[in-house]
């Protein structure tokens, strides 16, 4: 009788604690889920860069190709090539010596004709006297006139036959047009060049400072900056440093790319330590003045098949909210549309939330 009741509390004591186990479970479960907490960010306009970027290529202000302007043998080469070179300075020497000749030719030609018309003048004048006492014809007066402006004629022919002669002997010094970056010499010393073949190109200048900036902006993006003389233009080159110096546009064009839907734009900025040089690629960014608009950390935005959004706290639970950004400003994403003034922007636990979780304010 005893054991029979022992073993009755034991069966009653079991049953009593498994069922407050499973009051315990049902409890749990129904029980709504800890809210996530999370940092927000109330929205307020503020006043950002209207800005926009664009992959650019650098060239330079002036390129030019140095050319033989006179046929000969290329005897002297006077520069290292890529060497900065000023105005004027002396790149190549072709050969002097038949050009020399040929001046000298031209001048002695010169000293011909000069004397023919002083001799012509003096006839001239000796029967013009003679004409006048009536001891010549007319006539013999009249073609010692004629024959004075033969002679005249002549010794201008001359005159610019040895200004082309000079001309022609200075075109054997080859100078630098402009002041710039040298490029390789195209020809070898000793090869004959002449202006009209394939061996005419010596070399090419480059002017690197200023140096030019080109890219290309959407349609919609020129119409906002269309017409704005006051707009800025930076860099940031291919290592994420930023250029030193600010530019302005000097051109935009005035067509729109059918291919593509984009218009050139071309910017000068100061390069006085040539630290660009042409055809580097780097990043350009125009700010053509200042907006209202709000900023939120780059990290606050996601994006999903609709487009980016954020997660804001309303009413005590997260909400997506569809947004279109702008540009960049440091490491925050300016936005453009889709919030408002109050909202509260969730900035971090991103992971963890879900439509409708509720959420608590650290």
């Excluded at 290292?80 to 038949?98: M, N, S």
């Excluded at 609709?306 to 960049?328: C, E, L, M, N, Y």
């Excluded at 440091?330 to 909202?343: H, P, V």
Aim: glycine residues 8%; aromatic residues 4%; contains cysteine.
């Amino acid at each position: 009788m005893k054991y029979f009741l022992v073993l009755l509390c034991a069966v009653l004591t079991a049953c009593s604690d498994s069922g407050a186990r499973q009051e315990e479970k049902k409890v749990g479960k129904d029980a709504a889920p800890a809210a996530v907490p999370v940092t927000t960010l109330e929205m307020a306009p503020r006043t950002v860069p209207v800005s926009y970027e664009a992959v650019a290529r650098t060239e330079g202000s002036r390129e030019v190709q140095v050319r033989a302007r006179v046929a000969g043998i290329l005897e002297r080469q006077l520069y290292t090539e890529g060497d900065t070179v000023k105005a004027g300075q002396p790149l190549f020497r072709i050969e002097r010596a038949p050009f020399e000749i040929d001046l000298q030719q031209a001048r002695a030609v010169l000293a011909q004709e000069t004397a023919r018309r002083d001799l012509a003048r003096g006839e001239s004048e000796r029967l013009k006297s003679l004409v006048d006492r009536r001891a010549i014809s007319q006539k013999e007066a009249d073609q010692a006139a004629s024959s004075l402006q033969q002679t005249a004629a002549a010794v201008q022919i001359a005159q610019a036959r040895v200004r082309q002669a000079e001309l022609n002997l200075s075109y054997t010094d080859v100078r630098a047009p402009i002041g710039g970056i040298t490029g390789r010499a195209m020809q070898s010393v000793g090869s004959l060049v002449s202006p009209t073949g394939e061996s005419a190109l010596l070399t090419t200048l480059v002017q690197g400072d200023p140096i030019w900036v080109r890219f290309s902006i959407s349609e919609a993006e020129f119409s906002r900056v269309r017409g704005n003389e006051s707009i800025e233009v930076t860099l940031e080159l291919a290592d994420g440093k930023p250029y030193p110096h600010a530019g302005k546009l000097n051109f935009a064009g005035s067509t729109v790319d059918a291919a593509t839907g984009t218009v050139q734009m071309r910017a000068e900025l100061p390069n006085p330590k040539l630290d660009l040089l042409p055809g580097q690629y780097v990043r350009v960014r125009a700010v053509a003045g200042t907006r209202e608009a709000f900023v939120v950390p780059q990290t606050a935005v996601a994006q999903n098949e609709a487009g980016r959004f954020v997660w804001v706290a309303d009413g005590g639970k997260a909400v997506q909210r569809q947004v279109r950004t702008g540009s960049w400003l440091g490491a925050d994403w300016i936005i453009l549309d889709g919030l408002k003034a109050g909202d509260k922007v969730i900035v971090d636990n991103l992971v963890r939330l879900r439509p409708g979780a509720a959420v608590a304010q650290k």
